[in-house]
């Protein structure tokens, strides 16, 4: 498989994507200083990404690889995978969600360590007092993913 990068623009910045022939993504990230050239992608993935940031409900259902992350980091990564689209769930959910009650802080620390944002969508998990909690990218940014969905926090 031939591996390279593209990048999807929205409000804020771009989206960077290193991916395998466009199809399986390998790692996501937000340019929000405009760092990286633009380059534009084809194929599913840059057309679903596309249409989910310009506020279409699209799924972002392709294939990871999780293998290399800790096993209790790929337990809450897949489990993160499936909080639906307009929807979130607090840290502490998801850690009585996996069985491990009182581990809220490891289940940031693992959205810390997500390498595909928006297809792990990261972004979906708040505070358990319904404050947005943390985000990698900034909570600026969170807050607009979150509305882009229809979310209010």
Same mark, same amino acid.
């Given at each position: 498989?031939? $591996?390279?990068?593209?990048? /999807?623009?929205?409000?804020?910045?771009? /989206?960077? /994507?290193?991916?395998?022939?466009?199809?399986?993504?390998?790692?996501?990230?937000?340019?929000?200083?405009?760092?990286?050239?633009?380059?534009?992608?084809?194929?599913?993935?840059?057309? $679903?990404?596309?249409?989910? +940031? =310009?506020?279409?409900?699209?799924?972002?259902?392709? &294939? /990871?690889?999780?293998?290399? +992350? &800790? $096993?209790?980091?790929?337990?809450?990564l897949e489990y993160v995978k499936e909080i639906?689209?307009?929807t979130v769930a607090t840290y502490g959910c998801?850690?009585?969600?996996?069985?491990?009650?009182?581990?809220?802080? =490891?289940?940031?620390?693992?959205?810390?360590?997500?390498?595909?944002?928006?297809?792990? &969508?990261?972004?979906?998990?708040?505070?358990?007092?319904?404050? &947005?909690?943390?985000?990698?990218?900034?909570?600026?940014?969170?807050?607009?993913?979150? =509305?882009?969905?229809?979310?209010?926090?």
């Amino acid at each position: 498989m031939r $591996s390279g990068y593209f990048t /999807v623009r929205f409000p804020l910045g771009k /989206v960077v /994507v290193q991916s395998d022939d466009g199809m399986v993504p390998r790692r996501v990230f937000f340019d929000l200083e405009d760092a990286i050239r633009d380059c534009p992608g084809s194929g599913p993935l840059a057309g $679903s990404l596309e249409r989910y +940031l =310009a506020g279409e409900p699209e799924p972002l259902d392709f &294939p /990871v690889d999780l293998d290399r +992350l &800790p $096993s209790f980091t790929r337990m809450v990564l897949e489990y993160v995978k499936e909080i639906p689209y307009g929807t979130v769930a607090t840290y502490g959910c998801i850690a009585a969600g996996l069985g491990r009650r009182g581990a809220s802080r =490891a289940v940031g620390r693992a959205m810390g360590a997500n390498p595909l944002p928006l297809v792990i &969508p990261c972004h979906r998990v708040i505070a358990a007092g319904g404050g &947005p909690g943390g985000f990698t990218s900034g909570i600026q940014l969170k807050l607009w993913l979150l =509305a882009l969905e229809g979310v209010r926090i």
